[in-house]
DNA sequence: CTGAAAGCGCTAACAC
DNA sequence: GTGTTAGCGCTTTCAG
């Protein structure tokens, strides 16, 4: 039988139990030092005994803080947020912090939503791979006005003045281009993401790299694409084109995943007739039917990074030293660009 | 330049600017109908012009209701755990909950520390994939004791009278076994899960299966794995075996993918001399060197399930119809079993 | 229909 | 060292 429900232990009949002021038990729940040895080891007998737990809801409204932030990704299920959302986890569980992890949908008003949300919970801060439109600023103004904390993460906007911590997006996309380059490929093509900084950086990246290795693509070899779905679909397109590329650089592993499917089911080989190179490094990338090229930007540490700076800033008073860390990318060859 | 941080509107600050009671402001904004229409209107009016948002801390504890649930899953990196989350937040989400997601990376004093913090923070139920060994009581003694609800998902505890939402195992176990043996295979292998729940139920309708097929094999054809490293490692003492295995049958879709692996680096055509199953249908299945066959445990319709029955045991005022739900599995047959 | 009184469980700031 | 006084911003209960 289960035991009936028991009202929780408060601060109150700690204080009464032991004949002293629910303030000294306050004091030796948090820690401070000015308390006597002696009432400080009755209380903590009694706090233990009673498995006194404190009421955080009533902590928060009367400290005014809360010790919770919140974490707003576009899509849990692509591991590369996943991961982000695990970084963070672990870099502010000993801090006393909670996450509250919220999915967007890559929908920009549930989006606004949640943070409004999160704000009325009164986060401490918010971290934040955002989807709003690249010139929108009203969301990130109403965040600023409330003058709470928040980092930006692996999508910049320039509408915002918020610290921001994400992999260095045209860097990635020269190291991926280059790459290309130097195992000989000459018409090599983009799948491209949507219009925000990652998209658009890497983008940049690639037609850097061309440039400087004096190729020249017709633009019918930039095809946009989010996923494998849609990349499998840009690929098809990609290899009717009459000079048929020779390399595909996919915005992320998605998209070059579903790109590779499309190459296999056309007879075409890879690496021999058409190398394939995406990023992120996503787990399962040496597991798929050619283990795929890609470009690590080391998920976990973007998510330790920006925790930490918000952590800092949350504890700091009043001045935002406006940072901005770009994570240096990594090339893992494997076989599909052998 | 950010404009300076402003002082949250409170519920007083509208009160006073229309001279009317904090009280009939509060029912306002609750949308109480006991209050005149006029005065109403002006409320609204003023709530709009200011942005009032409520101060959910301060709801909470005067209501003693957080409206927000506890999520806990052993690694949000399975994609599993993160299709379990995402059906778990679009069902709460519209009915004014959120969730916390907290990560046990399978640790079970992890876990409990959540629960214990989640607890603190007052949630009013808590989502339970646990990792707790199977005989401990102790966790689910507190959380019971506390009178707090919760439903158990995914994996079940004889321990634990609460409710229990997941896939059912046994049939899982059958349907893969069965689908092997259609195919024409004899010595049928399978990697086992972790001793709970789940790994123990599959593994039982494996055997089962096989009995009724009057197929016996070896002991050594059940090795015991987690994800992909393991399941990889576990693959390649299979196919050491003397009597080599016609086929795999992985816990899940990393060990057996990992399995894959395994097998195709040891030159094995697949499926052509040895066939392979998983469990999940992860949603990389198909780019997979060999589309992987599997079996579907309709993730999302798990969390939704799970999210369900909680809200509706939140509601109830003082019982606990301990219900369970086993969701019927699906064949999904790809390449590795053609 | 409206509001006054009385907290929710805890902490900040300052007295003793 | 310890306790007192005042809330935090909201809701509950119950009178008007």
Redesign the pocket.
């Known amino acids: 039988m289960p035991n009936a429900p028991t009202?929780?232990?408060?601060?109150?009949?700690i204080?009464q139990d032991l004949?002293?002021?629910?303030?000294?038990?306050?004091?030796v729940?948090?820690g401070?030092a000015?308390?006597?040895?002696?009432?400080?080891s009755r209380v903590l007998a009694r706090i233990k005994e009673l498995n006194?737990?404190?009421?955080?809801?009533?902590?928060s409204?009367?400290?005014?803080?809360t010790f919770m932030i919140g974490l707003i990704v576009p899509d849990l299920m692509h591991s590369f947020f996943a991961e982000i959302a695990k970084g963070v986890s672990a870099t502010i569980r000993p801090l006393g912090y909670d996450v509250v992890i919220c999915n967007s949908e890559e929908d920009c008003e549930l989006e606004a939503s949640e943070v409004e949300r999160l704000m009325g919970r009164q986060v401490d801060g918010l971290l934040l791979a955002s989807a709003q439109p690249p010139s929108s600023l009203g969301l990130f103004e109403r965040i600023e006005a409330r003058g709470i904390p928040y980092v930006l993460i692996d999508r910049h906007f320039a509408a915002s003045s918020a610290p921001y911590v994400g992999a260095d997006d045209d860097a990635i996309g020269r190291l991926a281009t280059n790459h290309l380059i130097e195992r000989g490929c000459r018409r090599i093509a983009h799948i491209a993401g949507p219009p925000l900084t990652p998209g658009v950086g890497r983008a940049k990246g690639y037609r850097a790299a061309l440039r400087a290795a004096g190729l020249v693509v017709p633009d019918s070899y930039v095809i946009a694409a989010t996923d494998d779905a849609s990349g499998y679909r840009a690929a098809q397109q990609l290899l009717a084109l009459d000079p048929r590329p020779d390399a595909i650089f996919g915005y992320n592993d998605p998209t070059a995943a579903g790109a590779m499917k499309a190459i296999l089911e056309a007879g075409i080989r890879i690496p021999d007739e058409i190398k394939v190179i995406g990023v992120g490094n996503v787990h399962y990338s040496d597991l798929l039917r050619v283990p795929l090229s890609t470009i690590d930007q080391s998920s976990t540490a973007i998510g330790q990074q920006a925790a930490d700076m918000l952590i800092r800033a949350i504890g700091a008073k009043r001045k935002r030293p406006i940072k901005t860390v770009l994570i240096d990318p990594i090339l893992i060859a494997r076989e599909s660009t052998r």
Not at 7 to 13: A, F, G, I, T, Y
Not at 52 to 59: C, D, F, I, L
């Open positions: 009202n929780p232990v408060r601060l109150k009949d204080a004949n002293v002021s629910v303030m000294t038990v306050s004091k729940v948090r401070c000015d308390v006597g040895a002696e009432t400080r006194y737990q404190p009421n955080w809801v009533a902590r409204l009367a400290a005014r803080r």
